[in-house]
């Protein structure tokens, strides 16, 4: 058994680089950073960011074209793959590169510098965040279940009760 699963969460670097291949299929092509913050051994702290090349087909670079732009905050779930090639002057070149399954943008609406001033999203209703509850799968559109509805009124705490008394001596030793 086998699985090559990576789930990223990050800020677009460059705007997505759009091609077209045979028979009219969609790819976008853009760098992810993700950072982890650290204390170094005197105590400052210290950035670490990494670089990811991400790699979207039809439907998925379809929404890379439409909404992301540098700067955007986004979800992205697929599998790793490397690539080899031979470079003009003849070194076996390799990039390891995520392949996307999911793509969903985070953050709030202004956030983004790829969003639009009309929500352009297909029918679920946007979030509260001005995205809405879904995430595009290769296959179409996942719809995420919906948040709980916050309740109107805090529920009424319970009248505190008397301690009930179990015939327990607090002076007894425990075994314990």
């Known amino acids: 058994m086998s699985l090559n699963k990576v789930m990223l969460i990050g800020n677009v670097g460059v705007d997505p680089e759009i091609r077209y291949l045979e028979g009219n299929t969609k790819m976008a092509t853009f760098r992810l950073a993700t950072s982890e913050r650290f204390k170094d051994r ?8 990494e670089w990811h090349n991400i790699v979207a087909w039809r439907q998925s670079a379809d929404v890379a ?11 992205v779930e697929g599998r790793l793959r490397t690539r080899s090639w ?7 070149q390799y990039r390891t590169e995520v392949v996307v399954d999911t ?23 946007p979030a509260q965040g001005g995205y809405p509850q879904s995430g595009y799968q290769q296959g179409g559109w996942q719809q995420r ?6 309740p109107a009124a805090p529920a009424p705490t319970p009248a505190p009760q008397a301690p009930i008394d179990l015939g327990i001596d607090s002076s007894d030793d425990l075994p314990f």
Request: net charge neutral.
């Open 145 to 150: 279940p919906a948040a709980p509805a916050a």
């Open 42 to 49: 005197s105590g400052e702290v210290r950035e670490s960011t």
């Open 86 to 92: 031979t470079d003009q002057q003849g070194a076996q």
């Open 103 to 125: 793509l969903q943008l985070l953050g709030r609406r202004s956030d983004n510098p790829g969003a639009q001033a009309d929500n352009t999203f297909s029918s679920p209703a």
């Open 65 to 75: 074209e439409r909404f992301i732009r540098k700067g955007t905050q986004i979800y």
